[in-house]
């Protein structure tokens, strides 16, 4: 390496780690906060609000509704139906899920600040990352319950489905519910990758730009391998904002399981605790800059 | 200067608000100096957009200033330890609206970190405090305006804190909720709390505050105890009554005795309408209204007031009181932002 360029390198990793300094500023306050005890006060009034709105509790009501109605295929085989139905199941608890979870999270942080709730618990010793982290555990909390509820409904409709057929024809189609339950828990996992990112757009945009976001990342996330195809396919500007798009937005499909679940193919459990490790990191590196943008927000 | 009894001290402070259509930006606040001694209640009183609740946010650290520092507790306001002894109040009591009073207190007070069994006994001093022991359960979106102000003013009191910031406390109450709420700040005072209270209300910033600060586009104009932004009496009035005794003989006599004095008498209208003597003190003026009366003389000219109790006096009427009356806090407002240069 010549000296010019390591001048250059020296200059620029400076230049750098002046840049996040003066940026995170006022991410670390001095004095003492309260952490975890005040994160979880946040998390549990984020709860608690999200548990009387009406709205989710419908929504949930619905996928309650749609999992039912999916007993209804009896003109099908029985190996058949309990792929419609472990697949169409998986599919709603998804696709529900990151209904709920765009719902829940885009509102989240400009809810409090449009409200202005956001000032009351800001005069009191508590970090905004700490605020931030609170909001985005209670949605978590939000979120599994809700994921739970309608994996609980799933599993018990496959169990029903199972008994009807074993009544009436004999057979069986002994549905894997370890693996639909992991596949749930995998769609959990990408819904809370999703949620932090929708957290981190919430804190430096309005609602309205939030979910048109939390949209597209949603769906650049869940198609990441043709994108890469795209990216190799092009040249030029297409093929770096395509490269961007693949390293930057979450792999949102590595923690799709739902075929695996539904066509009695075994999930990789290695593969599917690399995809839960690399979610985490990204979800943290994601939580960090959203309590630094947010700590530099003027509410 | 700030010393050992100063709670807060504003060195400077500038908000400049800027954004693409405005470059340049809007000044908030102006080179705002300002200091808050222990145990004293400070009001900033000043039309809408005039930089008070500007101020406060700067000060609860929810927006950043352009320039200037400011200390709480000789601490920099950035210093999280500063909210563990301070209490806000926000303007329109801005709460979480599904919730009652009791849960939301419990909220707040967990914020603290205080431990389950002290905030249920915090809980219940605060409403009993703020007098909603009765309405605890009624959610936050139920309450009357009147009830939301007082449990947002007992969400500012969780901590028990030694500065509070109190931002339009009486906005949007009824004179009965004003008035228990300026009961309210008057107990907190007596309790030794330092106070720092914005405010367009200027009867309960009379009632309440040791001293005023009168901002305007940003500055503060004027500040100090209401008898020294008052200033001097500008004028000595005497009060009497009892000229129905002596008819209107006297009152015609009496009549005669302030014209000859310099003194113009308006018999009906609260303005004078006649021209006084060439001797008279220049704004003396009487008003007579059946057999009650009024003079008001002008400070500068208060050697004249003996002869006007005597003139007073021979016909018959009786001195009720003779006072130097001070300009009310609406007047010294007024008169602070009229002298403030376009």
Known sequence: MTPILLRIMLVVGLALVVSVIVLTRRAWLPGIG???????????????????????????????????????????????QAKMVIDGGLAAITVFGI??????????????????????????????????????????????????????????VLVTLDHLIKDQAGSSFNPNLAAVVLAAVMSYCSLAVLTALIVLISTVSSTTMTVIAALIIWAVGSLQSQIYVLAESNGGAAKLF?????????????????????????????????????????????????????????? | MATAETVLHIEGLTKIYRSLFTPAGVKAVDDLNLTLRKGETYSVVGPNGSGKTTTLKILL??????????????????????????????????????????????FYAGLFGYSKRKRAALVEELLTLVGMQANRKVAFRECSKGMRQRIALAQALVNDPELLILDE???????????????????????????????HFLAEVEEVCDRVGIMYRGKLVAEGSLPELAGEPEEVVVTFRGLERVAGAAATRLRERLHTAGVAV???AAEPDETPASSAPAGAFATLRGATGEVHLPAAHESKLWVILQAVNEAGGQIVEVSRPRPSLQAIFVRAIREVPE
């Open chain 2, 266 to 268: 308006a018999p009906e």
């Open chain 2, 61 to 106: 650290g929810l927006i950043f200033p352009t320039a200037g520092s400011a200390t709480i507790f000789g601490k920099a306001i950035a210093d999280l330890s500063v909210r563990e002894r301070i209490g806000f109040l926000p303007e329109d009591a801005y709460l979480y609206d599904c919730f009652n009073g009791e849960e939301l207190l419990d």
């Open chain 2, 169 to 199: 406390p009486t906005s949007g109450l009824d004179p009965a909720g004003r008035h228990q709420m300026t009961l309210l700040i008057q107990e907190l005072k007596r309790r030794g709390k330092t106070i720092l209270l914005c405010s």
């Open chain 1, 242 to 299: 395509l490269l961007v798009l693949y390293y930057l937005v979450p792999h949102l499909e590595n923690f799709d399981y739902r075929f695996q679940a539904a066509n009695f193919v075994a999930i990789s459990v290695p593969s599917a605790i690399g995809a839960v490790i690399v979610g985490i990191g990204y979800t943290l590196v994601v939580l960090v800059v959203a309590s630094i943008f947010f700590s530099d927000r003027q509410v």
């Open chain 1, 99 to 156: 209904l709920l979870a765009i719902f829940v999270a885009a509102f989240l942080i400009p809810n409090e600040v449009e409200n202005r709730t956001v000032y009351a618990i800001l005069a009191k010793p508590v970090r905004r990352s700490e605020f931030v982290l609170g909001k985005y555990l209670g949605a978590l909390i939000v979120l599994a319950a809700m994921v739970a509820v309608m994996t609980v409904v799933l599993v018990g």
């Open chain 1, 34 to 80: 309260h952490g975890l005890p005040s994160i979880w006060r946040i998390a549990k009034i984020t709860v608690a609000e999200a548990r009387r709105r009406r709205v989710l509790q419908a929504v949930i009501a619905l996928v309650i509704l749609i999992l039912l109605s999916m007993t209804a295929f009896s003109y099908l085989s029985p190996q058949e």
